[in-house]
Nanobody
Framework: QARVAETGGGLVQPGGSLRLSCTAS????????VGWFRQAPGKEREAVTC????????YYADSVKGRFTISRDNTKNKVYLEMNSLKPEDTAVYYC???????????????????WGQGTQVSVSS
């Protein structure tokens, strides 16, 4: 069964770092754009970053530019999210999701993605 799973969340102090991993099973991730989304309590789910299947195109939300880095290792069927200089406003459940269609397109609307993981909690607090 095709699915993805996130790991790496946790509690960190402001200014700290975390690395999230998204692991795919049951299908090859290398043909798909992959996105990281987050949802904070009382807020809508938002796109944080996404990476095209060929790594040639990457999107970052303005709120995370310069602090977060997305990367992928297709040999391991994984996508990573390196988060540095974390702020309390980064607190949210982070989700990995795979574009509904294979290709190198870069889309940020959540409706363009399927195969969502269960999410991993990231909490930034002193």
């Amino acid at each position: 069964q095709a699915r993805v799973a996130e790991t790496g969340g946790g509690l960190v102090q402001p200014g700290g770092s975390l690395r999230l991993s998204c692991t795919a099973s049951g299908f090859d991730l290398d043909s798909y754009t992959v996105g990281w989304f987050r949802q904070a309590p009382g807020k809508e789910r938002e796109a944080v970053t996404c990476i095209s299947s060929t790594d040639e195109r990457i999107y970052y939300a303005d709120s995370v530019k310069g602090r977060f880095t997305i990367s992928r290792d297709n040999t391991k069927n994984k996508v990573y999210l390196e988060m540095n200089s974390l702020k309390p406003e980064d607190t949210a459940v982070y989700y990995c999701a795979v574009d509904l269609f294979p290709g190198d397109g870069l889309r940020i609307a959540a409706q363009s993605y399927g195969n969502w993981g269960q999410g991993t909690q990231v909490s930034v607090s002193s």
